[in-house]
C-alpha cells in the first residue's frame, strides 16, 4: 500500500488543565544492557524519567538508576505514562556522545501503541508542527505557523487470525474499536507521537492527557497503550551496531 501523508487537525477539544494520577511502580527498573561506557534500561508505565516539581514526585527513574550505578545519566526521557527501553551514558563524555547521536538523527526509536478506531493505510506520515499549549500545560497542540517541525513513520500490525471476522473480532467494531500500530519518530518533540494520533483521529488507548472524555476509559488502574519497544544505535567506543528490544506488555 502506498504512504500517504496526512495533515488533519484535531477534531476533539483541548482538555482542562489537569495532572494525571498515575499509580507509581514499586519494581525496580530492569537493566538490560550495562558496560564502562552505557546503560540500557526498561522503564516500567507510570514512571517519571527525571524528578517533577514537588516532593512528593522526586522517584524517578534516573534516580533509581542513579542508586544502582552513581555515574549513570539520563541520555533521553519517555513520559511517565509511556513504558519501554530509556538510555543511560556513564559519565558526561559518553552523555555528549549520545547526546550528540539523537540530535543527528542516528538513534533508531520504534514503539508500539493500541489507538482508537481502524486506521486505514497500512503505512504513513504524520507531518504536523507541535508547540506547547501556554495556557494547558503540559500539553501540546498542533500549530502551523509557531510549532516546530514534527514528523511521525507508522505501520499498522495486524493481528494474527485466519478469517475476516476473526480480524474484526481482534479489532473491535463501534466504539471499541482499536488498530495496534508500529511508530518511528523521526523527530523528538515533546509527546509527539500521543498529539499526532490524536490529531489525525486515532488517540492513544488509556492516554491521561489527550483521550477524549467519551473514549476514556472507566478503570483507573488502565496504562497508557504506548511503549518504547525498539532502540538501536553504534555504540560511541566500539562502533559496534546495538540493538534492544523489548516485549511489549499489552
Known amino acids: 500500500t502506498r504512504r ?6 484535531s477534531r476533539y477539544p483541548a482538555h482542562p488543565r489537569t495532572r494525571p494520577q498515575l499509580a507509581l511502580p514499586t519494581l525496580t527498573p530492569t537493566v538490560l544492557y550495562l558496560d564502562d561506557d552505557l546503560l540500557v534500561v526498561d522503564k516500567p508505565a507510570g514512571l517519571l524519567s527525571v524528578p517533577a516539581r514537588g516532593e512528593d514526585r522526586q522517584d524517578c527513574l534516573a534516580a533509581r538508576v542513579h542508586a544502582l550505578q552513581a555515574d549513570a545519566l539520563i541520555v533521553h526521557r519517555l ?5 519501554g527501553l530509556v538510555l543511560f551514558a556513564r559519565g558526561l563524555e559518553m552523555l555528549r556522545r549520545m547526546s550528540l547521536a539523537f540530535e543527528q538523527r542516528v538513534v533508531g526509536k520504534q514503539y508500539v501503541a493500541v489507538v482508537h478506531g481502524h486506521i486505514a493505510h497500512d503505512t504513513g506520515e504524520i507531518d504536523l508542527a507541535l508547540r506547547e499549549d501556554a495556557d494547558n500545560r503540559p500539553r501540546q497542540i498542533v500549530d502551523p505557523l509557531r510549532g516546530r517541525r514534527a514528523l ?3 505501520q499498522r500490525r495486524r493481528p494474527l487470525a485466519r478469517t475476516r471476522d476473526q480480524v474484526l473480532e481482534r479489532l473491535g467494531t463501534g466504539a471499541d474499536a482499536t488498530t495496534r500500530v508500529a511508530l518511528k519518530p523521526v523527530t523528538g518533540r515533546a509527546h509527539q507521537l500521543r498529539v499526532h494520533l490524536l490529531a489525525i483521529g486515532h488517540p492513544i488507548v488509556g492516554d491521561p492527557l489527550y483521550t477524549p472524555p467519551e473514549l476514556a476509559t472507566p478503570s483507573a488502574t488502565a496504562r497508557m497503550h504506548l511503549h518504547a519497544a525498539r532502540i538501536a544505535f553504534i555504540h560511541p567506543r566500539t562502533r559496534v551496531a546495538l540493538q534492544f528490544d523489548s516485549p511489549v506488555p499489552f
Open 79 to 83: 513520559d511517565a505514562a509511556t513504558s
Open 4 to 9: 500517504r501523508r496526512q495533515r488533519p487537525q
Open 152 to 154: 511521525t513513520r507508522y
